[in-house]
């Protein structure tokens, strides 16, 4: 017998022993059931066997020593538990996918055998110590993400000229990040760890990199401005983080390609650039819990990803997808959403957001904000934004969750509000929003929370009837900064008129003053008229003199 091929046929038993007695046996595949058993210690006897995989099922035991021969080997998402083995001799295996399971131990020498290793994959064990100290120069794809890993990782890359992806994430890493890395990579996924330091300038160098992703760490400084070389990025995700300064102009012109922009939970102060609103493939933009002030762009008509209802799914991140095999990275985003944090994957091509709570963003809302017809998430919470809601907003008809409270608006709730069918989360409270409020759809079914702090709403679901006219202008929408204004200008005239009769009151009425006022005002004439005199009378002789 050459090959064994039962995979996808919901097996449910134990592995027979007699699979491992054929000694010519070069190919076993048995994913995709639900069998279970151990791996039997004499697996390393079978000289020829080639290509193993055991993957989605129920095995359980420790991993044995594999065959010289063995060039494929995929044991993921079973129950495999205990040690790898110390070394492993393979000189020819080139695929080791051991993920998803409980596995234990260092993998310090794991690989010092393993010379024409192309894809390693350990993701979600309980491993733990340094990372390896034999790295094939022929790697090209690394994932030990969702381990108990540990160490410094500044010199990891150097030698690994083929790499393309390497997924680190959610470990215990700590210590800067390299300065040498593989103009081959694509994928850099190092988030959740313990880093420290700032961004190397020698990132730029990496001109293929579509993949990002550096969140949550305790990373510094500014982003360094060689990042607008990669061009072909996709997701910026720096999140979670100690990076200060401003946000880069530069992201806008040069990262066309930007899908994901998530720099939330940082630093970052000043204002938002303009040039942002011009990234047509963008998304996600992610801002929130930062020191970002000035007012939010208008010009929101070149956002097309989340304008356009033609066509839910991104088509940069479809390429992506298309290209690299979702068995070896699946890009994972965590996005504030519905009062919760949750991680969108497969789902994250239709998604759509913008969150820009918890900064110093003042003025209005933008008009122009409400074209986004795609977006399904908008948090500008906690800030001072000042003005009414948009009359329009009613339009967002993909809107789920509108988070606009702790602001400073006024004005009535436009009626088009109640046109938002598929919003289930909805936050305008601590405001000074007034008038009754929209009737329809499932507004009067939200919880009454989410109008607290507005003294002058009424109507359903509060308690407040809009038939009791207490405050006269209840339903009147007011324009705070037209009343300012007139106030100012009552205040301007009022002075010049108390100024005036103030000088002139106390000369009609004190005969004393008014002679020394004018006397005063004559003297001054008098000195000026002598003074011009006496200067065109010098400028005339001395005309005489030169001719």
């Known amino acids: 017998m050459a090959y064994i091929d039962l995979s996808n046929n919901g097996i449910v038993d134990i592995v027979p022993n007699w699979f491992w007695n054929y000694s010519d046996i070069y190919d076993i595949d048995l994913s995709d059931n639900q069998m279970t058993g151990l791996l039997p210690l004499s697996l390393k006897k079978l000289k020829n066997l080639q290509y193993l995989n055991l993957s989605n099922n129920l095995i359980e035991g420790g991993l044995p020593f594999l065959p010289r021969s063995i060039e494929f080997v995929s044991l993921s998402h079973n129950r495999l538990s205990g040690p790898l083995p110390h070394h492993v001799e393979a000189p020819y295996l080139y695929i080791l996918d051991l993920s998803n399971n409980i596995l234990n131990g260092t993998i310090e020498h794991l690989t010092c055998g393993l010379d024409g290793l192309i894809i390693l994959i350990l993701e979600q064990n309980n491993l733990f110590g340094n990372l390896p100290q034999c790295w094939p120069s022929t790697l090209r794809i690394v994932n030990m993400a969702r381990n108990l890993l540990n160490g410094s990782i500044e010199h990891l890359s150097c030698g690994l000229h083929d790499l393309t992806i390497l997924n680190l994430a959610e470990n215990n890493f700590f210590g800067n990040l390299s300065h040498c890395w593989p103009i081959t990579l694509e994928v850099v996924n190092l988030a959740n760890n313990k880093l420290s330091g700032t961004i190397p300038n020698s990132m730029g160098s990496l001109i293929f990199l579509e993949i990002l992703q550096l969140h949550n760490n305790s990373l510094t400084g500014e982003l360094p401005s060689e990042l607008q070389f990669c061009h072909n990025l996709i997701v910026l995700d720096v999140g979670e983080n100690k990076f200060s300064g401003q946000i880069p102009y530069w992201i ?15 630093m970052f102060s000043g204002k938002i650039p303009i040039r942002l609103m011009y990234l047509d493939k963008l998304q996600v933009l992610d801002f929130a819990s930062n020191h970002i002030s000035g007012s939010i762009p208008q010009n929101f008509e070149h956002l097309n990803a989340m304008a356009s209802l033609k066509d839910g799914k991104n088509s940069t991140y479809q390429d992506f997808l298309s290209t690299n095999d979702e068995q ?34 003042t003025e209005e809302i933008p008009q122009e904000i409400t074209t986004l017809l795609a977006l399904r998430n908008l948090n500008l919470s906690n800030n001072h934004l000042q003005g009414s809601i948009p009359l329009e907003i009613g339009q967002m008809q993909s809107i789920e969750s509108l988070d606009l409270k702790m602001n400073e608006l006024s004005g009535i709730i436009p009626k088009s509000l109640a046109n938002l069918n598929f919003v289930t989360t909805l936050n305008l409270s601590y405001n000074n929003l007034s008038g009754p409020i929209p009737t329809g759809n499932q507004l009067q079914t939200l919880d009454p929370s989410i109008y607290v702090g507005n003294n002058y709403l009424c109507g359903t679901p509060l308690s407040i009837s809009c038939s009791n006219n207490v405050t006269p202008s209840i339903f009147e929408i007011r324009d705070h900064d037209d009343r300012d204004k007139v106030l100012l200008y009552l205040f301007v005239a009022l002075g010049f008129v108390l100024g005036f009769w103030a000088i002139h009151g106390i000369l009609i009425f004190k005969a004393n003053w008014r002679y020394c006022f004018y006397r005063m005002v004559d003297n001054v004439f008098d000195s000026i008229y002598v003074y011009v005199v006496v200067y065109i009378a010098r400028l005339m002789k001395a005309d005489e003199r030169s001719n």
């Open 252 to 266: 806008g012109e040069s990262l066309n390609n930007l899908t994901i922009l998530r720099l939330r939970s940082n």
């Open 328 to 361: 070896y990275y699946s890009i994972s985003i965590l996005i504030a959403f519905k009062d919760l944090e949750l991680e969108f994957t497969k789902t994250l091509s239709y998604f759509r957001s913008i969150d820009l709570s918890s900064n110093n963003l």
